[in-house]
């Protein structure tokens, strides 16, 4: 039983770069999500999906993209990275309450 | 907008003392999570609180939610080194998407 399986889990990008953080759970959730952690900070809502096909935007969404094509994936996509998207970012997966969490992706931009 | 704000931010403890963390949040919500951080790793959840007057206790935390004050409170008891960790609650809005909200986390460090 894996849960949330996220990768890659460090990742180093120039500016400018693009990239996919990948992101499948195998517990059949409906519910969806990616937070970023800035350091000594809470976490923060980019972009969230309440099931295969629906997909919405959270707090900061702004040089992100997602798609959820099947009900295990939700990947997170980069388009032209910058040094303020250099975070650890979450994903999470929920049936109906309560969060499981992946492992994280801790990617810095430089 | 939902704001949810923990205080203390960092806090310096002994072994064997005694503290509370507290989680304040701005907007209607019967239903409040507590996480743990370690540091480097992913959310490991603590507690589910789930109405009005309730507690959930395990080992030397103990987690409380009063809704009508919008507030929910972590009690340590006679903490040790194991329990320093960052702490974060996260509110419910109750919205359909099931959308958590989290507060800033508190760091804390058990001192021996």
């Known amino acids: 039983n894996a849960g949330v399986t996220q990768t890659p889990k460090f990742r180093i990008l120039k500016i400018g770069q693009s990239m996919t953080l990948q992101c499948t759970q195998d517990?059949?959730?409906?519910?969806m999500y990616w937070y970023r952690q800035d350091p000594g900070m809470g976490l923060k809502l980019i972009y969230y999906?309440?099931?295969?096909?629906?997909?919405d935007k959270g707090e900061v969404p702004n040089g992100y993209n997602v798609s959820r094509s099947t009900t295990e994936d939700f990947p997170l996509r980069l388009e032209l990275a910058a040094p303020s998207q250099t975070s650890v970012y979450f994903c999470?997966?929920?049936?109906?309450?309560?969060?499981?969490f992946g492992s994280g992706t801790r990617l810095t931009v430089v | 907008e939902l704001k949810v704000e923990q205080n203390p931010l960092f806090l310096s403890m002994q072994e064997g003392k005694n503290y509370t963390i507290y989680c304040n949040y701005s907007?209607?919500?019967?239903?409040l999570y507590w996480y743990r951080q370690d540091p480097g790793k992913s959310l490991e959840s603590l507690f589910v609180?789930?109405?009005?007057?309730a507690v959930k206790q395990e080992g030397r935390l103990m987690a409380s939610l009063d809704t009508k004050a919008r507030l929910s409170t972590l009690h340590i008891t006679a903490a040790v080194h194991d329990l320093s960790a960052t702490y974060f609650c996260?509110?419910?809005?109750?919205?359909?998407?099931?959308?958590?909200?989290f507060g800033t986390g508190t760091l804390l460090a058990v001192q021996p």
């Open positions: 517990m059949n959730h409906n519910y």
């Open positions: 999470a997966s929920s049936p109906t309450r309560g969060y499981t």
């Open positions: 907007t209607t919500s019967d239903r």
């Open positions: 996260a509110v419910d809005p109750g919205e359909a998407t099931n959308k958590l909200i």
């Open positions: 999906s309440v099931g295969a096909g629906i997909t």
């Open positions: 609180l789930l109405s009005n007057g």
